[in-house]
């Protein structure tokens, strides 16, 4: 399959970053943006110099998975690092291994090694990634999510394919509509290695009127969709699928000691619509292609990863989908945010320190949940899109006698003033290719920052593709400001 021409023009960055001597490279592409068909051409440009290649991913059970990607693009000519794998042959130039296998062998010869899903970090990676240690070819990293703490510190150039909000505009991600009909109160809930403490938060969500709350309503508005139900652990989960059974509802089961056949049983029985859902615990939330319209969402979490990877699920595009339907019974939504908005928060990788969460939510517009029917809309929007309830202000202030003074606004700065005009435009230029914009779209947003187009000379400057941490920051607030014209302007047409 060819690449598009944002694809392309992010492999050719890659190749420049390469020749620059970067040779620790991080790939930021959500789901949906084409990573497989992008990894697959990647490891064709390698085998067309005579390179040989490694691929790595995090887990025993995605060896097979990723075999399959690769023969469905063409590529064939694979062998697998496996203790009794049928295609385990070491005279392959393209080896796919886990890293649990890797870490037990001799480390095979290679060009070019690829490390699939990334942000799943493992102390090994920090050693093999040593240049006078393990690797010394170049390493690529590939993930929708490469957020984990620490990652900055082994990969030295980071590169930024799209984001979810410009591939939901381009048809390349479907729309999503959130619903939040419970909020568990996890109140005593204790927090261990950023997230929740995994048995607390079970036996609060395994309180019988939660599990029913789920399954009730999934029965009354998924409209029977093919859904992945996400639970915390095993015994959440098999509640959840009793529910659900005794409920009439075909249910399925996978956790991560499922075995090969009966994953690729349970995969066949949801697509043939043999079973309508499928809970799930600490799986299919990475590497996955299923035609997902409905997320119920039963595992409250602090980690953006996790909630991101989680409805990214149910974001790829499908024949007569017009959107994905997100029931929210954990209150992610209300303590994240959209994932539009968690993913745009993000603009590069992360050293030792993480930001905490309540300093990454400042940039971010928590939800308004819908009094009347649960929906989840952008803030300050009065009229529901879902229902029509028009939520009305009330005004509870007191006037006190007092002094008026008069205000003066600061004098406002204006950005990027320290940015020669000629960069600053080669790298909208840049911005504009990469995210396969509309031609022009560079010379607006010229203009918008200084009030006139790019002068004759300027408009022939060639784009610099490795964009700078503040200009992407300029972009992500211009687009986040017009977001909120678009808001406001919906609200006073009533629509």
């Not at 939040?180 to 995994?198: F, M, N």
Request: charged residues 25%; aromatic residues 8%; glycine residues 8%.
């Amino acid at each position: 399959m060819p690449l598009r021409d944002d694809q392309a023009a992010v492999l050719e960055q890659l190749r420049e970053a390469v020749a620059e001597r970067k040779t620790r490279v991080c790939l930021q592409a959500p789901t949906g943006w084409g990573k497989t068909v992008f990894a697959s051409a990647l490891v064709e440009s390698a085998r067309d110099k005579d390179k040989k290649v490694l691929f790595t991913v995090p887990a025993i059970s995605l060896i097979d998975q990723t075999v399959e990607m690769f023969w469905d693009h063409g590529v064939v000519d694979v062998g697998v690092i496996q203790a009794s794998h049928m295609m385990t042959n070491w005279s392959k130039p393209i080896q796919i291994a886990s890293v649990q296998t890797l870490q037990k062998r001799d480390m095979p010869e290679a060009d070019v090694v690829i490390v699939d899903e990334c942000h799943r970090w493992f102390a090994a990676y920090g050693t093999w990634m040593h240049k006078d240690l393990g690797w010394k070819c170049p390493v690529v990293g590939l993930s929708a999510t490469p957020w984990t703490k620490g990652l900055a510190n082994h990969y030295d150039h980071f590169i930024r394919a799209s984001t979810t909000e410009e591939l939901i505009e381009k048809g390349l991600l479907s729309p999503y509509r959130v619903f939040a009909p419970t909020h568990p109160d996890l109140s005593g809930v204790r927090t261990v290695a950023g997230d929740y403490h995994e048995g607390e938060l079970s036996a609060k969500m395994s309180d019988t009127a939660l599990v029913a709350d789920a399954v009730s309503t999934w029965l009354r508005m998924s409209e029977g969709r093919p859904t992945l139900c996400y639970a915390v652990d095993r015994a959440h989960a098999k509640h959840l699928q009793a529910k659900f059974q005794a409920s009439g509802v075909p249910c399925g089961y996978q956790d991560a000691e499922t075995k090969d056949i009966d994953r690729k049983a349970v995969k066949r029985d949801f697509h043939s619509g043999t079973v309508k859902v499928v809970v799930s615990v600490g799986t299919l939330t990475t590497g996955i292609d299923w035609d997902v319209r409905c997320i119920s969402m039963c595992r409250p979490t602090k980690s953006d990863m996790l909630f991101t990877q989680i409805v990214g699920r149910g974001l790829r595009t499908a024949e007569g989908k017009d959107h994905c339907l997100i029931l929210d019974h954990s209150s992610n939504h209300s303590r994240l945010g959209f994932v539009t908005d968690v993913d745009a928060s993000h603009t590069g990788l992360l050293g030792g320190k993480s930001p905490t969460h309540d300093n990454r939510t400042e940039s971010i517009r928590l939800p308004k949940e819908c009094p009347q029917c649960a929906y989840l809309k952008p803030p300050r929007m009065a009229k529901c899109p879902h229902c029509g309830f028009v939520a009305e202000v009330v005004w509870t202030a007191k006037p006190v006698e007092g002094e008026l003074r008069l205000l003066k606004p600061k004098p406002k700065q204006k950005a990027l003033d320290h940015i020669d005009k000629a960069t600053f435009y080669a790298q909208l230029r840049g911005v504009e290719i990469q995210r396969g914009y509309r031609s022009g779209w560079a010379g607006n947003q010229y203009r918008d920052q200084y009030g006139e187009w790019p002068s004759p000379d300027m408009r022939g400057v060639a784009p610099i593709m490795n964009t700078s941490k503040e200009i992407l920051g300029w972009i992500t607030s211009r687009q986040i400001a017009f977001r909120a014209r678009k808001a406001k302007a919906k609200q006073l047409l009533g629509v």
